[in-house]
């Protein structure tokens, strides 16, 4: 363990220069009585560090000490700095070993391409989670990819809605993380399915090993179950009436389901309107959608859409009447 800390401490002062003991303490999440200790077991080492005292001061290497690192075209260096750590592999508890190995990568790099770190990571960044993630705990995530690394049953325990608890012995065959939310993918009775780590009340290593079937790919998996799941929820079909002035920003706050539907649009009505025929998953979403939209929108069926958004309405009206 120290070793690979000095290693990554090698690694900042070729990188980045002189740095005082205190940022390096925090870079590597160690105090700064270690810091020093690491610094003094460098210089044992041959290490040429030099220290510079003072407000402004801190510990560097001599003449850059460091090595060169060839073969990596201008594009691939790009690409190396554009990653950075999602929020998603944090929560496996990965941090340090990438943050460390994408150090020990731009420290071999050579001079020509140094200046390239910090001109993309001020252009780019990948932010891999979904706007209405609510980033939900996720205390089982380190048990559930132990057994998906180690090839090891599972026992899960889960509620599903309007249901009793669940308890299953499972066979984890991979983790998925999609807009920032982890799923497991396992088997159980023969049949693989996918649900979202969030939802485990309780999971638990069995120590029991399992053998994965030799041609399950876990991509090719998850791009059917998504296709499956994303047909089954567009299953209540809503048609609306849209206003003139609506029809340019309709799909930002309906997104695909009204692009698809403007696509196929008719002609507009005689008074502007325009006729879609939309899908959900369920009257309840279609109402939590629709609503918001106000006076843009007109539900024409199913009815008892119609009625419900009626009915929300006229309870927001008696809530906020004026009162005499």
Known sequence: ????????????????????????????????????????????????????????????????????????????????????????????????????????????????????????????????????????????LRVIHEAVWQDRRLVVKYRPIFSAEIEQTVDPYGLVVKAGEWHLVFAHRDRIR????????????????????????????????????????????VRVRVAPGARDWLAYYLGSRARDALAHAGPPDVEGWFTLDLTFDMLETARARLLPLGGAVEVLGPDALRLSMADFAAQVTRLYRPTA
């Open 194 to 237: 996918a649900r979202r780590v969030s939802e485990f009340m309780d999971v638990r290593l069995t120590g029991e090993p399992f053998a994965r079937p030799p041609d399950f790919a876990l991509e090719a998996f998850w791009k059917t179950w998504c296709a499956e799941r994303a047909e089954r929820q567009q299953q209540f079909h």
């Open 1 to 140: 363990m120290r070793a690979d800390r000095l290693l990554s401490l090698l690694m900042l002062l070729q990188t980045r220069g002189k740095m005082s003991a205190r940022a390096l303490a925090a870079e590597l999440e160690v105090t700064e009585r270690t810091i020093y200790r690491d610094i003094e077991a460098l210089e044992m080492a041959g290490v040429p560090i030099y220290a510079e005292p003072g407000r402004d001061g801190g510990y560097g290497l001599v003449d850059r000490y460091r090595t060169s690192l060839t073969g990596l075209s201008e594009g691939e260096v790009r690409a190396l700095f554009m990653l950075s750590i999602p929020a998603p592999l944090a929560e496996l508890g990965v941090t340090q070993a990438l943050k460390a190995a994408l150090l020990k990568l731009t420290a071999a790099l050579p001079d020509a391409r140094r200046g390239d770190e910090a001109h993309v990571r001020d252009r780019f960044y990948l932010d891999a989670v979904g706007w209405e993630h609510d980033g939900g705990p996720t205390p089982h």
